[in-house]
């Protein structure tokens, strides 16, 4: 039985050290909480902040339920910033929610969205416009003959592919190359796992999100975004620049995502125009803090406040804004442009022009700038201790 929360939050504890773990400590210290960082090793930029209270370093994702053992308490909100601790949580989610209140949406809306197999069929139940996909495992004997190219191969769990190849999805233009990619891929990768899914033309300037924090399917605060430059540029694994924006029929899709499921927690949606039907496609459901959620700090609130605010039955921040912010994490992002002016793909006066709106930064802060000062030097420390490593 889950036990009942009887005060308010008086800590948090945030799962990974991520970019998007920063944004989230220091919205979690706005709203007068401890914070205690876990990561698995001691590079992480969040840890130098100074909202973090505590850090924890824990060998393996397997000892993670060992480690937060110790800190076992019904009034601390425990959130996860990636696909594997959310994976953790959700093998025990009965065990983890009787001891804390767990960031997270239903364990069923976890496993939904978790495999995109899931999604897409739900999509299609449910009449959600969403790329037209064939499922590997429904193609017996290699029957391509249904498949339209160009098309991707993608995986219908991403964080598991991506470890393994490094990718997030392969293009492939004819048949030929999509049986020789298959074979390559060959038993890496479960085959009743892989989706073949129509290529969807526009690169990044065509991927749209819709950032919210949802209670029972109803938004409570919300923000959308176009997130025009990405790392790598053709089938990004991170956001490295995203503007806001404000697009009916996304935010008409989302939200009928969100009733449907009855959804509780932060979740962000992720949709790619197709110019052939025009009209918003849907990919994907990240249903943690993504990437950029700190964007909201410029609209005059956060999400993880948000979230802090309803469990603790307390006055919201949020208030619907038009106002047109970007966000960007400029070293990711100055490496993304210098890489595709070379190639030719990208003008200096549309760099420029894009960064003449009021900004957000993903690390960098006046009142808070050690971790700015880490995010620099980790990299050049593990790339010093990289060369000198004997061999």
């Known amino acids: 039985m889950i036990k009942k929360r009887e005060q308010r939050i008086k800590q948090v504890i945030i799962i990974g050290g991520f970019v998007q773990a920063l944004g989230l400590a220091r919205q979690a210290k706005q709203c007068g909480a401890k914070v205690i960082l876990f990561n698995e090793d001691q590079y992480s930029i969040t840890r130098y902040s100074k909202t973090v209270d505590e850090f924890v370093m824990f060998d393996s994702i397997d000892k993670l339920r060992y480690c937060l053992d110790k800190y076992v308490n019904i009034n601390t909100l425990l959130v996860p910033t990636s696909d594997d601790y959310i994976d953790q949580i959700v093998s025990d989610y009965e065990y983890y929610a009787s001891r804390f209140v767990v960031g997270l949406p239903s364990k069923q809306c976890v496993q939904l969205f978790g495999d995109k197999t899931n999604s897409y069929q739900f999509a299609e139940v449910n009449s ?26 993608k995986p219908s769990v991403m964080h598991s592919f991506n470890k393994r190849f490094h990718k997030k999805a392969i293009l492939c233009e004819t048949r030929a190359i999509l049986e020789k990619e298959l074979r390559a891929i060959g038993d890496e990768y479960p085959k009743d796992q892989i989706i073949i899914q129509e290529y969807l033309d526009g690169g990044a300037k065509s991927l ?44 008409e899709l989302a939200r009928k995502i969100l009733n449907l499921t009855h959804y509780t927690g932060l979740a962000e ?63 990711m992002d100055f490496a993304v ?50 060369r000198i490593k004997p061999k």
């Open 128 to 153: 959600i416009p969403h790329p037209k996909s064939w499922y590997v495992r429904e193609l017996g004997g290699g029957n391509f003959d249904a498949v339209c190219y160009p098309v991707i191969i």
């Open 337 to 386: 442009i210098l890489k595709e002016m070379m190639k030719g793909r990208m003008k200096w006066s549309e760099v420029v022009r894009s960064y003449r709106t009021r900004k957000v930064c993903a690390v960098w802060s006046i009142k808070d700038p050690l971790p700015a000062f880490a995010n620099i030097a980790i990299p050049l420390w593990l790339l010093i201790k990289k």
């Open 208 to 251: 749209y999100s819709y950032g919210v924090f949802a209670v029972d399917g109803i938004p409570r605060a919300w923000v959308m975004a176009n997130r025009i430059r990405q790392r790598p540029m053709d089938f990004g694994k991170s956001t490295t620049f995203a503007i806001t924006c404000n697009i009916p029929r996304i935010e």
């Open 269 to 331: 949606i992720e949709f790619m125009y197709d110019y052939r039907t025009e009209d918003y496609k849907f990919l994907e459901v990240n249903t943690r803090a993504w990437k950029w959620h700190n964007i909201s700090t410029g609209l005059g609130f956060g999400f993880l406040s948000e979230m802090i605010h309803y469990y603790n039955k307390e006055k919201s921040d949020f208030r619907p804004e038009e106002k047109r912010i970007v966000w960007v994490e400029h070293t």
